[in-house]
Structures are given as C-alpha cells and as structure tokens.
Nanobody, 127 residues
Framework: QVQMVESGGGSVQTGGSLRLSCVAS????????MAWFRQAPGKEREGVTS????????YSLDSVKGRFTMSRDNAKNTLFLQMNSLIPEDTAMYYC????????????????????WGQGTQVTVSS
C-alpha cells in the first residue's frame, strides 16, 4: 500500500523559509515521477515543481523559480521542498504527488497525471 506523508508546513512572515518533507512508503521515490503541488482557498491545484526518476527537474512554476528548490533523498525515500523568500501569495496547502497514470505521456504539471497523493501540509505566509 502506497502512503505519502507531508510535514514541515507552518506559519511564517514574508521573507521567511520553510522546508517541506514528503516521506513515501510502498514505492521507491527514485523510480517515479514526483511533484509538489499547492492549492489556495478558492483556487485550482497548481504544480509547483516536479522531478523525474532520473533526478532531473521537469517543471517549475515561474513564480517560485529562484526561491523554491526540490530535492530527493533516495536512501530515506523522501522528497523535499526548500522554500525561501516566502511571500503571502505562497500561502496554500502543499501536496506531494507520485507516479504517472499514463506511461505514454509526460505532463508533470497536471494534477490528474499523478496516481498517488499525500494529505497535504499547510503553509501560511503573513505580511
């Protein structure tokens, strides 16, 4: 059974930093496409950044480039999202996702492309 558990969210002021973690069980993170998504109240879920099984970053949201960094620890089977220079617009529930439903397409920024999801961790940035 696949399980993904996010942690590391919290409340910070503008300019602060947070490091999110996503511990996976039941699947090796090194063998799957993985991603971070976020969803703010009243808005659609959007892709933040994604990584291929080979370790290449396959997508990054323009508004987070230069501020957010995705990484992976294969030994710990954990995905990370280092978030720096946070702004109020980053306030959202952050989710990790893994595994693609369709092996013949590449669409890492689309939520429906992924098979497994965590429950999310809340990030709140105040001005």
């Amino acid at each position: 059974q696949v399980q993904m558990v996010e942690s590391g969210g919290g409340s910070v002021q503008t300019g602060g930093s947070l490091r999110l973690s996503c511990v996976a069980s039941g699947l090796p993170v090194s063998a799957h496409h993985m991603a971070w998504f976020r969803q703010a109240p009243g808005k659609e879920r959007e892709g933040v950044t994604s990584i291929s099984p080979g370790g290449s970053i396959t997508y990054s949201l323009d508004s987070v480039k230069g501020r957010f960094t995705m990484s992976r620890d294969n030994a710990k089977n954990t995905l990370f999202l280092q978030m720096n220079s946070l702004i109020p617009e980053d306030t959202a529930m952050y989710y990790c996702a893994a595994g693609r439903k369709d092996p013949f397409t590449i669409d890492p920024a689309t939520p429906s492309w992924y098979k497994w999801w965590g429950q999310g961790t809340q990030v709140t940035v105040s001005s």
